[in-house]
């Protein structure tokens, strides 16, 4: 718990300092066409770079801040949170990643092909670019840093004080969730559907760890999912604006046409993992729960 305190204090309220003085500087210094809204703390101007950048200075604060408390507190270290294998394994992360780019390019192949999709290109390609190439260094920390800490700590944590691994898939999944409700895309876009389906998202990635012994899977569908936001197809009103090469053109999110399409896409991730790293075999042996 005294954990869990720090590490969010600090994170979340020191990790924005950055963004919060530099907001500050705006309203007082003109710096080209750039502003910053106090109450959303988001950097607007040309160029979504800059505020893409300040806003992931708070999980390079939160992944630096994690490693320091977990050694200091709990004499840990980050590999005992991430993983039960002798050392972080790369290529399940790049295979996870890999799986979900090619599924999600195929959804947007058909999609663009059927001819009534709701995409529309953004059209922001400089911009999209310097974001990109942002996002390839950023990115990693970002998903890196919410899976050592949902399905690392925070899972092995409730695993010593609740036996069955459903109640802890549901809890964290919830905790999960329910954090992203500071975001500005439920209030936007429909509560309903965004906290089911960022539910579903917390419950597979929890899953997929459970049974695979480490996040790395998880990790890797993190950063290509944050990736596919940021560069591929991103809403208008998101936590992070991107200059992503489309935009969906929809003003509420539907229950059945968001979360049906996230089942269908984990079943079959869930599928290819479980094939190449043997899951049925290592299922039998797995004790009722």
Request: charged share 10%.
């Amino acid at each position: 718990m005294v954990f869990t305190i720090i590490f969010v204090v600090v994170w979340q309220v020191i990790g924005s300092l950055p963004l919060v003085g530099l907001c500050g500087i705006l309203n007082v210094v003109k710096v080209g066409t750039y502003t910053c809204d106090f109450e959303t703390l988001v950097i607007a101007g040309n160029s979504k770079a800059p505020n893409f950048l300040m806003m992931h200075i708070t999980f390079i604060v939160g992944a630096a801040s994690f490693y320091i408390f977990l050694n200091l507190l709990h004499g840990k270290k980050l590999l005992q949170v991430l993983t039960e294998r002798v050392r972080f394994d790369y290529k399940r992360c790049s295979f996870a990643l890999t799986m979900f780019f090619l599924l999600g390019g195929i959804s947007l192949t058909a999609n663009l092909m059927s001819g009534s999709s709701d995409l529309k290109i953004r059209g922001e390609v400089p911009d999209l670019l310097v974001i990109g190439i942002m996002a390839l260094v950023l990115v990693p920390i970002q998903a890196g840093l919410e899976e050592a800490f949902f399905r690392g700590y925070l899972m092995q944590g409730f695993s010593l004080l609740i036996k069955s691994r459903l109640t802890i898939l549901i809890v964290t999944s919830s905790i999960f969730a329910s954090l992203h409700l500071m975001n500005p895309e439920p209030w936007s876009y429909g509560i309903l559907p965004y906290v089911i389906s960022v539910f579903l998202v917390g419950l597979f990635m929890g899953l997929i760890t459970l049974v695979d012994g480490g996040v790395e899977l998880a990790v890797g569908v993190h950063i290509a999912n944050n990736l596919w936001v940021h560069l591929i197809v991103g809403l208008e009103k998101s936590v992070i604006p991107s200059s992503s090469l489309f935009i969906a053109d929809q003003k509420n999110l539907e229950i059945l046409s968001t979360v049906v399409p996230s089942l269908i896409q984990y079943g079959i991730l869930t599928g290819i993992f479980a094939l190449k790293y043997k899951w049925f075999q290592k299922l039998k042996g797995y004790p009722a729960s």
